[in-house]
């Protein structure tokens, strides 16, 4: 796996912080997220899969891919791609009373097989640190996800988000996620979960003491 690239940048009084990293062999994605104020505007993700199936994935040429992909990004950006008046969201596609499911279909094509996903954070008390479950859910279903990979950031406004936990769910589709105390300007969680073509994210609030005890937690495990 590659050291990624973090960089803000200021469009017309409007700071962006553009996050480029790869996955790794065992998950072959270059990934670009475009944050401002805390929040994720979109993102970027390219597979390699075909590039490590033929022996051709080296360091420098997927270094050199991610690099193309985050200048890329940073070109997009300049250009007002994401100002917030200017972004087009999955409803201007059908409208307002369209299903997720149907914009999201609408946007990747017909025919596309796409999960939504439902994530469900359950905390746990903890005097330092971000201590919990993270549990996924099919939203159309309610089935749990196995194998979804779920990640993890802490977000606030005078700071560029921090990477603090990645993992898998397990076969009940949850996770445990345990970090140390993020930096004190950190006001959200932000978690984010994929399988497959589906995906789903969450932002929570964060608080140093979570309400939920660790035995209600850890139990039905």
Same mark, same amino acid.
């Given at each position: ?102 914009? /999201?279909? &609408?946007? #990747? ?13 359950? !905390?746990? $008390? @903890? ?58 300007? /950190?006001? &959200?969680? #932000? ?13 929570? !609030?964060? $608080? @140093? ?13």
């Amino acid at each position: 796996m590659l050291a990624g690239f973090n960089e803000d940048i200021r469009v017309e009084g409007q700071t962006y912080h553009i996050q480029s990293e790869d996955r790794g062999d065992e998950n072959p994605i270059l990934e670009t997220l475009i944050y401002t104020g805390g929040q994720i505007l979109d993102q970027v993700k390219t597979s390699y899969a075909e590039l490590v199936e033929s022996g051709e994935a080296t360091t420098e040429k997927v270094a050199e891919l991610l690099a193309e992909q985050h200048k890329d990004v940073l070109r997009r950006v300049r250009h007002g791609e994401f100002a917030p008046e200017g972004r087009r969201t999955l409803s201007d596609f059908l409208g307002e009373d369209q299903p997720m499911q149907q914009l /999201v279909a &609408a946007v #990747l094509g017909d025919g596309a097989d796409v999960a939504m996903l439902e994530l469900d954070w359950q !905390p746990a $008390t @903890a005097k330092h640190g971000v201590i919990g479950r993270l549990r996924v859910r099919d939203a159309s279903s309610g089935d749990p996800v196995p194998g979804a990979l779920v990640t993890v950031h802490a977000v606030g406004q005078r700071i560029s988000p921090i990477k603090l936990a990645e993992g898998t769910t397990d076969e009940f589709g949850e996770v445990l996620v345990a970090s140390p105390t993020p930096a004190a300007e /950190v006001s &959200a969680l #932000l978690f984010r979960a994929e399988s497959g073509p589906g995906g789903g994210r969450a932002r929570v !609030p964060y $608080t @140093a003491a979570p309400p939920v005890p660790v035995e209600a937690a850890s139990t039905g495990t």
